[in-house]
């Protein structure tokens, strides 16, 4: 059998298209093999970072490279490095090291003097009641107040709104913990977890991320436990500075 030069050419695509099908099989395999039936406890935050540490190195040499272009233009720049979902110190130990290491090639590599800082998010009731032994690693703190309200009560967030309307209606709670910070549980956490780390770094920064910073109820609650500052969606921004103002206000009188 003789082969013209258009069929070699056509066999040559055909072996193409079938090593593209073979590379998306092997990836869907892989998206496949991650799968988890419970994510919001599952495979993320410094977890994914520390199983896959290219991802965490990835995101923080893109940090600073684009810190350093700033810098190069005249734009004061100190990023701020928050390592999500640590609930024991060696998570925070592993997944900092990694990343001071990529921060300072950066740094070394397009000379330029950085200034930085690497903290970590507390949203596991763990990390708060161990923060005297994450603060020796971290530079500031921030309330991730979603999760933690999720974790001390075993709320879903996914799913809480089907019982939790019952729950304020009958009186079981004053309101619904992921619109307010319910401050006799995850607001003790709260307390303790700023005792305990500003123990071991009295200038400790610590603020709070997540909806509740845009709650009068819950900003007032943090200027009373000397929160630095609250972190919310841009829209609710307004009224997260109007209740802070309320509260130095009412703590003045």
Do not use: W
Not at 15 to 38: C, G, M, P, T, Y
Not at 94 to 102: I, L, N, R
Not at 104 to 130: C, D, F, N, Q, W
Not at 186 to 200: N, P, S, Y
């Amino acid at each position: 059998m003789k082969l013209k030069l258009r069929d070699v050419s056509s066999l040559s695509k055909i072996d193409e298209l079938l090593v593209q099908i073979r590379q998306k099989e092997a990836v869907l395999d892989k998206v496949r093999s991650l799968h988890e039936f419970n994510p919001m406890l599952g495979h993320r935050g410094c977890r994914l970072g520390i199983t896959y540490p290219e991802i965490y190195k990835m995101q923080v040499r893109a940090i600073f490279e684009a810190a350093c272009e700033l810098i190069k233009k005249g734009v004061s720049v100190i990023p701020e490095v928050m390592i999500p979902l640590v609930g024991h110190v060696k998570e925070l130990q592993f997944t900092k090291k990694d990343a001071v290491e990529v921060a300072e090639e950066v740094i070394r590599r397009l000379r330029i003097k950085v200034k930085y800082s690497i903290g970590t998010m507390i949203e596991i009731p763990r990390a708060a009641l161990t923060a005297d032994e994450i603060a020796q690693e971290a530079e500031f703190f921030s309330f991730g107040t979603n999760d933690l309200t999720q974790m001390t009560f075993g709320f879903s967030r996914d799913d809480a709104g089907v019982f939790l309307p019952g729950y304020v209606e009958k009186g079981i709670l004053e309101a619904d913990p992921f619109v307010t910070i319910d401050q006799v549980g995850v607001g003790k956490l709260i307390k303790t977890a700023v005792r305990l780390g500003r123990g071991v770094r009295p200038g400790l920064k610590v603020g709070i991320c997540g909806e509740h910073g845009g709650d009068p109820a819950s900003v007032e609650f943090c200027h009373k436990v000397g929160l630095n500052y609250v972190s919310c969606s841009p829209y609710r921004v307004p009224i997260a500075r109007l209740a802070a103002a309320h509260a130095k206000l009412k703590e003045q009188e």
